[in-house]
């Protein structure tokens, strides 16, 4: 079963340029609720108010970084179980390992493409409805 | 640097052998034997004071040739960095701006399309419907209108949309200009590299004599590493053979797998 194609999703990325091509891409796939912010300091609060379903997060990014992000995300009682794909130019295995520790739910490696995405995503809500079931 | 007035036991010899020489012609009176023992000591000392200055003169040579390195280092510092910094928030910059031209022609662009594509299958059924004689008169005056307006649409979202895409087009100068730029850095990078290995060397030369002291890891490095594994890398270089680095994104499936994933 495919996401909700109305769901909330929350795009963080510290460049403007790869938030609008998030964007976008989501739009072509059907998705149009669509938050954005620049990193995790601007993003927490947004969680914090909620309403977001899907979270979609950059790890470089100047204050909090996307994995600090993720791991606020996980020990908050009300947003731990809330998907993350991380969408980074990060490519080191170990960071990689340390983002599934963190509890990431997919790993997309900059420069991706829409059809890298689409899978994720699909992917991601395939594995929360199962495990939801 | 080590003095070798320390090693100098041979001439102490030398003085007391001397000095008790000039003593003993002193007691026995031979003022002439005492005058020459005392310029002896006096050459001694001459010999001596010019190992000494010959010391001082390569140190200052030395020390010259290093503040020559410190004096391009210090316009480099001072100067060059700021500005490649600069001119690197300008590449930041100027490819920012390319990729927001590039979206903005897209996301005009893009439903003008759809629109054409939508219409045109619309269309296209009712056009089907008149070959098939399923239209009657009024109806196919409608459809008739609607072609019109629709051939017109044609006419004007394509060209639109072409003009777009020369925008968009335009927009990649952006590669050019910032290439330009980051080679330039390239080049202020690897001066500062050759600088540092010659600064290395000199100082390296130092060392030698006092002890070659490795000092450790400063606490200001560890602090940057630190720093560098909470923020990450940054893009991996492509064509740098790094087994730390996954190179794909089926890599990183793979290795997600392996965990369970």
């Known amino acids: 079963m495919a996401a909700d194609k109305n769901m909330k999703i929350l795009v963080v990325d510290d460049f403007s340029t790869m938030r609008r091509i998030i964007k976008n891409l989501l739009r072509e796939l059907g998705y149009n609720n669509v938050v954005e912010a620049d990193d995790g300091n601007t993003?927490?609060?947004?969680?914090?108010?909620?309403?977001?379903?899907?979270?979609?997060?950059?790890?470089?990014?100047?204050?909090?970084?996307?994995?600090?992000?993720?791991?606020?995300?996980?020990?908050?009682?009300?947003?731990?179980?809330?998907?993350?794909?991380?969408?980074?130019?990060e490519a080191k295995r170990e960071q990689i390992m340390e983002a599934a520790q963190a509890g990431v739910n997919g790993y997309i490696v900059k420069p991706f493409t829409a059809a890298t995405l689409r899978e994720k995503i699909d992917k991601i809500f395939e594995r929360v409805q199962a495990g939801g079931s | 640097?080590?003095?070798?007035?320390?090693?100098?036991?041979?001439?102490?010899?030398?003085?007391?052998?001397?000095?008790?020489?000039?003593?003993?012609?002193?007691?026995?009176?031979?003022?002439?034997?005492?005058?020459?023992?005392?310029?002896?000591?006096?050459?001694?000392?001459?010999?001596e004071l010019f190992r000494e200055l010959g010391m001082l003169t390569r140190d200052l040579h030395?020390?010259?040739?290093?503040?020559?390195?410190?004096?391009?280092?210090?316009?480099?510092t001072s100067q060059e960095i700021p500005d490649a910094r600069e001119r690197l928030n300008y590449v930041i910059t100027m490819t920012e701006q390319a990729a927001h031209r590039t979206l903005t022609v897209i996301e005009g662009s893009a439903p003008l399309a759809q629109e054409l594509a939508e219409e045109g299958e619309r269309l296209g059924e009712r056009w089907q419907a008149f070959r098939r004689r399923e239209l009657d008169v009024e109806e196919f005056r409608v459809l008739s209108r609607e072609l019109d307006d629709f051939l017109a649409k044609v006419q004007t979202n394509s060209r639109y949309i072409s003009e777009q895409l020369n925008e968009a087009l335009m927009a990649q100068d952006y590669q050019d200009l910032t290439?330009?730029?980051?080679?330039?850095?390239?080049?202020?990078?690897e001066e500062v590299e050759s600088n540092l290995v010659q600064l290395v060397r000199i100082s390296g030369q130092r060392l030698e004599g006092e002890g070659e002291q490795q000092p450790a890891q400063s606490?200001?490095?560890?602090?940057?590493?630190?720093?560098?594994?909470?923020?990450?890398?940054?893009?991996?270089?492509?064509?740098?053979?790094?087994?730390?680095?996954?190179?794909?994104?089926?890599?990183?499936?793979d290795l997600l797998s392996s965990l369970g994933f």
Not at chain 2, 32 to 37: F, H, K, M, S
Not at chain 2, 226 to 232: I, K, S, T, V
């Open chain 1, 43 to 89: 993003a927490l609060p947004i969680l914090q108010k909620g309403g977001i379903q899907f979270l979609i997060t950059d790890w470089n990014m100047p204050g909090m970084t996307g994995l600090e992000l993720l791991k606020h995300v996980r020990a908050d009682p009300n947003l731990k179980d809330l998907p993350t794909l991380m969408v980074t130019a």
């Open chain 2, 1 to 47: 640097m080590e003095r070798e007035k320390g090693s100098g036991g041979a001439d102490l010899d030398a003085y007391r052998r001397a000095a008790e020489s000039l003593l003993q012609h002193v007691e026995q009176g031979d003022a002439e034997a005492a005058q020459g023992v005392i310029d002896d000591l006096t050459h001694l000392r001459e010999t």
């Open chain 2, 62 to 76: 030395e020390a010259i040739k290093a503040f020559n390195y410190d004096d391009r280092l210090a316009d480099i």
């Open chain 2, 179 to 189: 290439g330009q730029i980051i080679r330039k850095v390239i080049a202020l990078v």
């Open chain 2, 219 to 253: 606490a200001s490095q560890q602090a940057a590493e630190a720093e560098r594994a909470r923020r990450g890398d940054g893009p991996a270089m492509p064509g740098r053979n790094d087994d730390d680095v996954v190179s794909s994104q089926d890599e990183v499936d």
